[in-house]
DNA sequence: GCTCATTTGTCCGTATGTATC
DNA sequence: TGATACATACGGACAAATGAG
């Protein structure tokens, strides 16, 4: 616990309780937001975010702006439980295409079948598509449908 | 009080309070006899003179021989001014220390609450922090406040 | 496209410490 | 004695980015 009295500034106590924590969770766990520590531990946001700093400056989490703050170096793949959905999508998507029951050039299911096969909103499918095709899995004929790139232009593994 | 079954030897525990008397007191006043404070308190003669002998090592008082013990060093001309506010100031913290109401690594009372508690000014609140902090009583926490050093860098006393 | 909630980023003002002049 | 500077800490406000519907 945090002890205000005591010698040690709030936000230097703050983060080595979560330097504990860290050091109990794999890479890519999301660290508690700015908003929970300030209210677990009663402290001003600003003080919250102090701490989460210095652990920044030591290489322990990194951050992403609107999304959170997560163990280990920037880069490291999150673990998949964190996934946002239309990450897992596009996952559970590249997964057909590598076991060969999606064939290059050929289509994709389309977007209405996403919404259906996942329970997303239509937004969500369209971005786990935008996904696919930022990183080569996929391209999109216009008034045609999405298609399985051929295997060249396939992210390497 | 006395704590006859504290931690502190009963012998310095008497050395703290009469140096809160003494804090109150202008330099050449006499210190309780032997006598008295063994009536008062109860104790032996040698713990009194235990705990004088105490205060004149920290040289608060001195002896003259068949005459008594008296604040300040010797060759003090009696009833003269008062000490300085921020000596004074500084033995009722050190008393407050010894009598265990200022715990280590607990703050002390910031400068602006010494201010008014003692009805001076700033940079004689400053000046009594200060001369605690070379005694070795507090050490100082920048932007935190001031707080009781632990009891190994206490003066011997 | 829009809306909503969550999260981080940034800035302000206030209070309280000490440090310095 | 007073004024100023600096750092922590709190609280609030608003913007920007993200994910999701």
Chains 1, 2 share one sequence.
Do not use: C
């Not at 998949?80 to 998507?93: F, K, L, S, T, V």
Request: proline letters at 9%; charged letters at 20%; a positive charge.
């Amino acid at each position: 616990m945090l002890d205000p009295e005591g010698v040690t500034h709030i936000y230097i106590q703050l983060a080595s309780i979560l330097r504990g924590r860290i050091a109990a969770s794999p890479p890519g766990t999301p660290v508690a937001s700015e908003a929970e520590l300030q209210q677990e531990f009663r402290i001003a946001r600003s003080t919250a975010r102090r701490a989460i700093q210095v652990l920044r400056e030591d290489g322990l989490v990194h951050t992403i702006p609107g999304d959170g703050t997560f163990v280990g170096p920037p880069g490291q793949p999150r673990h998949m439980e964190y996934w946002p959905a239309y990450q897992r999508i596009a996952a559970g998507i590249t997964e057909r295409i590598l076991a060969g029951s999606l064939l290059p050039n050929r289509r994709i299911p389309s977007e209405k079948v996403l919404m259906e096969q996942y329970g997303v909103a239509k937004a969500t499918a369209r971005k786990a598509v935008a996904h696919l095709r930022e990183q080569g899995w996929v391209f999109t004929v216009p008034s045609r449908g999405t298609y399985v790139s051929p295997q060249e232009t396939w992210p390497k593994t």
